[in-house]
């Protein structure tokens, strides 16, 4: 049975909503299993282990963000050919992405393998944690092709309207890396590889649920392009992806810029900080998969001309995201200190670790409805075909982290590091919304 949705019809709360609904679900067991990962390899291998991953976070987001950025630009154009009904374009798009991913896939294991032992030095990885991070981050690189294509095929769902398929996908998946990491560092005793090993195999679980399911529900249609038009297209799907994979390269930039502010304190310092951006990950979930339901959504719209359904979508997902982030916040003001103590043997808990990361996620709280407005806003953009501008926003967000790591920290001590997470929030919302303001009246008008 088909479970394609078009959004281009019905009510845009219950539409977004249960798409959101969906994502949120699914991405909370991936997050789970990364949160339970942290807790294994906390209680397992102590505070050098948390050091060691934690270090190793923001190159891990750069890799993921490429290939995200770049899939979901790919699946924007999928998104407007449904939208459309252009099945015939959909498919063209689909094969020729296909093409383009296998390519990526091999170039970035090659790449991020080798680059990863630098990096780490580069960004003054303490010698008693280096042999760690680098073991851990190299077997993920590993996994770079089973990244790509779950991207891929779970993308094309999406933009179809089916948030189910990868929901099961991550479900099943994410109990999957937890039964292995209990397994590969419990029992097996791996130590940090097989953390890392458990990743890699849960990530080839969800690319071949959703391969299998995406070819099997899929009708094909036979397109024979002809070599003109495969330049065309190929030029098509990398104008849209590249502005968006580079988003997440200018963000990662400042991210390894803090890092490497973060690896001048202790050890304490590190491990607190990694404790608390683990929960923070978890309470950003709903974020990301508003964002990610809002491109589908608008994509599809748009396709389809309806800019009205475009605006309605918006303002709902504003209000939706707004409720979901203070809860979030609830949860990190009353709840904060109690789970960072999960992370933690009792035999390593020192006060100071635990107020580093308790003060990170009070600080956090205050302001966490700005990072709903961020994803949803920039979601918005991507979604009429404007990757342009949550490029700069990126680079806001590169600034602001860079003032308050290098010179905010100069003057209230690692507190600046805190700050310089929120200040890349709010100094991206403005600029997004004053584009998606401007935008959303141009295109209604043309």
């Known amino acids: ?46 505070t050098l282990g948390l050091a060691a991953v934690g270090g190793t976070e923001w190159l891990i987001f750069l890799a993921n963000g490429v290939i995200i950025g770049l899939v979901q630009g790919f ?28 390519v990526l896939a091999i170039a970035l294991t090659i790449f991020f393998f080798f680059v990863s032992g630098p990096i780490l030095h580069l960004l003054g990885t303490k010698d008693e944690v280096y042999a760690m991070a680098q073991k851990y981050i190299n077997i993920i690189f590993l996994g770079i092709p089973f990244l790509v294509f779950y991207q891929l095929f779970s993308g094309a769902l999406r933009s179809r309207g089916n948030s189910r398929i990868p929901l099961l996908a991550m479900t099943v998946s994410s109990l999957c ?7 590969f560092v419990n029992i097996l005793e791996f130590g940090i590889a097989g953390a890392a090993l458990g990743t890699i ?7 071949l649920i959703c ?14 392009i002809t070599v003109a038009n495969e330049k065309i297209v190929t030029f098509k799907l990398i104008q849209m992806g590249i502005p968006i994979a580079l988003q997440s390269v200018i963000t990662s930039i400042g991210g390894l810029i803090v890092v490497n502010r973060i690896n001048q304190y202790d050890i304490t310092f590190l491990a607190g900080y990694t404790a608390a951006v683990k929960l923070y990950g978890l309470l950003e979930i709903a974020a990301s998969s508003f964002g ?66 308790y003060r990170f996620l009070r600080i956090l709280a205050v302001f966490f409805p700005f990072l709903y407005f961020l ?27 860079l003032f308050c790591a290098i010179i905010l920290t100069r003057f209230i001590g690692s507190d600046g590091i805190f700050w310089g997470e929120v200040s890349a929030w709010i100094f991206a919302d403005i600029i997004l919304f004053m584009h998606t303001s401007t935008q959303l009246k141009f295109v209604s008008r043309s």
């Open 201 to 207: 195999a849960s990530e080839c679980v969800v690319m």
């Open 292 to 357: 990610l339901a809002v491109v589908a959504y608008v994509a599809q719209n748009y396709g389809a001309s309806k800019m009205d359904r475009i605006v309605k979508g918006i303002r709902a997902s504003l209000l939706m995201g707004t409720i979901v982030a203070v809860v979030c916040s609830g949860v990190m003001i009353f709840g904060g200190k109690d789970i960072l103590r999960l992370f933690i043997e009792a035999s390593d808990t020192t006060e100071k670790m635990l107020v580093y990361g």
């Open 1 to 46: 049975m088909r479970k394609d949705k078009d959004m281009t019809v019905g009510n845009p709360f219950k539409l977004i909503g249960t798409f959101s609904f969906s994502l949120i679900v699914g991405n909370l067991f991936q997050q789970l299993y990364t949160f339970v990962d942290t807790i294994i390899i906390g209680k397992k291998i102590g």
């Open 177 to 183: 890396n937890i039964v292995l990491d209990i397994l």
């Open 75 to 102: 699946c924007i154009l999928l998104g407007n050919s449904f939208g459309e009904g252009n099945e015939r374009e959909f498919e063209v798009y689909y094969a020729r992405a296909k093409k383009i991913c296998l």
């Open 211 to 224: 391969g299998y399911h995406y070819n099997k529900e899929r009708e094909k249609v036979n397109n024979l």
């Open 375 to 401: 994803y949803i806003l920039r979601a918005a953009l991507q979604g009429i075909n404007n990757t342009i501008v949550p490029m700069v926003s990126s680079f806001a967000q590169l600034l602001m982290r």
